[in-house]
């Protein structure tokens, strides 16, 4: 039986309570952990450091990532920063990065300043309904080895979109195993804007994902858009890695086998179709706080279609065709990293062959 306390005839000094502090974000959103990142695409390999950060409360978050490529022997950053207590989520983004055109000494400088929100619309456990609305600001240079040629302003000015996700991931799946994406926006690029001429353009991105020979995943994805008043190059085809949706002019950057900018156009559409085959589940520390998590196989086939309407000139389709052995690794127990080798085989207005090594989803 426990001891019954006895009072005593003296009173307790009193406990002093815990300081407490004031409540400050921003201390909270000092940088805790750096971390080595890596990019690789289009004959250029970007390494460089990433850091963020998150307050308590979880309403202010940023992360800062900085490259230098190889390639193109020039810096790259990419500022985001999102708050979320309001209604809308809203963010900010600042980013300068440089693509570099392979096989020659020429790359492509985009500078870059967003202010975007999310509103929610219908949220379910199934299915998920945001409108989406920016401000854009974006300067494009050509370089030329030692020279900097500013290329026309078209792309200042504002994003209005709406998103539809039912997608859901498996725990045994490599990425989402069921459900479709779809997600239409258009754009107005008003003169008034700092823009050569006025344009405006819509698109729509579909993507459905297919359970098939579980955990196997059969991935779609179909890309339509169009531009008015935007100039005959306004849209690049070609690359190794579909954008995100959303506040996005670039959707035909899936064209494996096919660099950046292999073809331009201001209205085409892209399909895309994968198989994603988990082989091993490996689970295994490679380096302090990075494991491999599993390989996996992804066979593919690219198509796509540019076409403007000078003189009634409309370019033939591309296609490619390829695999991609893909590993992923785990970074401190959280955070997923893909890196891919693979093959891919182009053909239709040109063939080649193509070696290609790069990170990330390709969508």
Same mark, same amino acid.
């Given at each position: ?158 994003? *209005?979109? %709406? !998103?539809?996700?039912? +997608? &859901?991931? /498996? ?10 994406? @779809? =997600? ?33 995943? *059969?991935? %779609? !994805?179909?890309?339509? +858009? &169009?531009? /008015? ?10 690359? @190794? =890695? ?122």
């Amino acid at each position: 039986m426990p001891d019954v306390p006895v009072p005593s005839d003296r009173e307790a000094a009193p406990v002093p309570a815990p300081a407490s502090r004031p409540y400050r974000p921003w201390r909270d959103l000092l940088p805790r952990w750096w971390a080595p990142v890596l990019r690789l695409g289009d004959g250029d390999i970007q390494a460089g450091l990433a850091t963020g950060g998150r307050d308590s409360l979880g309403i202010h978050s940023y992360s800062l990532e900085g490259y230098y490529g190889t390639g193109s022997r020039r810096g790259n950053f990419l500022f985001q920063y999102a708050f979320d207590g309001l209604f809308p989520t809203l963010w900010l983004v600042l980013g300068d990065s440089v693509e570099y055109y392979s096989g020659s000494d020429t790359a492509g400088r985009t500078r870059e300043l967003k202010l975007a929100s999310l509103w929610p619309l219908r949220l379910r456990r199934r299915a998920q309904i945001h409108a989406y609305a920016d401000l854009h600001l974006e300067k494009q240079t050509f370089i030329d080895g030692p020279r900097q040629l500013p290329l026309p302003d078209l792309r200042n000015g504002f994003h *209005l979109g %709406v !998103r539809f996700n039912s +997608a &859901r991931e /498996w725990y045994d799946s490599v990425s989402p195993s069921d459900g479709v994406t @779809l =997600a239409a926006q258009g754009f107005l690029h008003a003169a008034g804007m700092g823009n050569d001429r006025g344009n405006r353009g819509v698109q729509a991105d579909l993507r459905a994902y297919l359970p098939l020979f579980r955990p196997g995943v *059969l991935a %779609v !994805r179909l890309a339509v +858009a &169009r531009s /008015w008043d935007a100039g005959p190059t306004f849209y690049p085809m070609g690359g @190794l =890695a579909a954008r995100g949706a959303l506040g996005n002019d670039r959707p035909f950057a899936l064209l494996r086998g096919f660099a950046s900018g292999d073809f331009r156009g201001d209205r085409g559409w892209q399909l895309n179709l994968e198989y994603r085959l988990p082989l091993l589940r490996v689970e295994k520390s490679v380096l302090p706080a990075v494991s491999l998590d599993r390989i996996w196989l992804r066979p593919f086939l690219d198509m796509g279609r540019l076409t403007y309407r000078i003189m009634g000139y409309e370019q033939p389709a591309a296609y490619s065709a390829g695999a991609e052995a893909v590993m992923r690794l785990g970074i401190g127990g959280l955070a997923a990293y893909d890196i891919a080798i693979g093959t891919a085989y182009g053909f239709g207005p040109e063939q080649r062959w193509s070696v290609f090594m790069r990170t990330g989803p390709s969508f």
